[in-house]
């Protein structure tokens, strides 16, 4: 079995706001919060240590997340700012709560800061035997690498040298639209504070992900940022025809992010795989995972190799069960993929990139060597 990177998942977010313990199993947490305001706003949760165990997902880029006050969606919602101070005090009580896991679970979660921690963390998965019945009972810590997705938090640029101290690694400047360039919903150029961040992550080498950029922000970026790009969580355009937002990639932007050795991480969320699906009114079954590894075989396709696609699952960021591929349960079913891009005709090479390597090689390459 593959290891799996996950380039995407808002723990701290549903940990802050929803109370969840991702130690437990998702079936656990499932069953604690029957009739909850959790499983309201954000159906049944996808994510469980036992969970990333069974899939053997072995890094998960683990997110600090706050939304804009004028895009919360209830009442006493505690993680949404209406001030660049408010913004920061969120993100870092974000930051905190992961030091806070990897220190007083450090068997199960890992903060990965450097490529030496990456290392160590990979030796142990490695050792795991793939006969093993129950990995779960001896399993591995989950490495945790952690970013930013809209970069509100950060208030001065003079901050970046401590937000980098603390372990932030990974920088996505927009959610919505933001003070440093249009996003989703929102969209608009990238800002002169935007161009002036972009400038400013060069010094640190953080990773730019450009998902939820708008268009003219996001080529803008390729063209000016000078350090490593990514696209930690975006699908198709081309694959979900009229489709109503500026959410999915078009083929131009895929193809400049190919051309920076980028990585795209796909989503499996039923919106976001076919145009106009709602957990309202459509069946679960419309979508599949075939569906999933269609978004990733264009990515390889327009690449002409396999080194370009990668999964960014967003698993429990505004949607859970309800709205993932029918054959998903919990995380560990994106082991699935592999036998659907194996009749495919791609090799177990190509696999292991698609699943964990092309995120595996970048963050070797540009984490800070110890
Ligand atoms: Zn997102």
């Known amino acids: ?170 920088i996505g400047p927009a959610w919505v639209g933001t003070r440093y360039c249009g996003g989703w919903r929102e969209p608009g150029p990238l800002t002169e504070d935007g161009r002036k961040l972009l400038s400013a992550m060069t010094d640190f080498n953080f990773i730019l992900d450009l998902s939820h950029m708008d268009e003219p922000a996001a080529l803008e970026a390729l063209d000016r940022y000078e350090g490593p790009i990514v696209a930690t969580h975006a699908n198709c355009l081309s694959l979900v025809p009229g489709f109503a937002s500026n959410r999915l990639f078009s083929d131009r932007l895929i193809l400049e992010v190919i051309e920076r050795d980028g990585v795209i991480g796909v989503i499996p969320y039923n919106s976001y795989l076919k145009a106009g699906w709602s957990v309202k009114k459509d069946r679960r079954e419309e979508v599949t995972l075939v569906d999933l590894t269609n978004h990733i075989d264009h990515i390889c396709q327009m690449a002409g190799d396999s080194l370009h696609a990668g999964i960014g699952s967003d698993f429990d960021g505004g949607f859970g069960v309800q709205s993932a591929p029918a054959g998903i349960d919990t995380i560990a079913d994106l082991q699935n993929l592999v036998s659907l891009l194996s009749t495919r005709g791609y090799s177990d090479t190509d696999i292991e990139n698609i699943l964990s390597g092309n995120w595996i090689s970048r963050l070797k390459r540009e984490l800070p060597s110890s």
């Open 1 to 170: 079995m593959p290891i799996i990177v996950d380039a995407h998942a808002d723990l701290a977010w549903n940990m802050l706001k929803y109370g969840r313990d991702y130690t437990r199993a998702a079936a656990e947490t499932r069953r604690l919060e029957v009739g909850s305001q959790a499983v309201d706003e954000n159906e049944d949760t996808l994510l469980g240590w036992p969970d990333y165990q069974r899939g053997q997902v072995a890094i998960v880029f683990s997110t600090l997340f706050a939304s804009p006050f004028r895009w919360k969606t209830t009442a006493n919602e505690s993680q949404v700012y209406k001030t660049f101070d408010q913004a920061h005090r969120l993100y870092r009580d974000q930051l905190f709560t992961y030091h806070r896991l990897t220190d007083s679970q450090p068997d199960k979660f890992r903060l990965i800061r450097s490529a030496s921690d990456l290392n160590l963390l990979l030796d142990q998965w490695r050792g795991v035997n793939p006969r093993s019945k129950n990995p779960s009972e001896d399993g591995h810590p989950v490495g945790l690498v952690v970013l930013m997705e809209g970069a509100e938090g950060i208030r001065e640029l003079s901050e970046l040298e401590e937000w980098h101290d603390l372990g932030l690694r990974v």
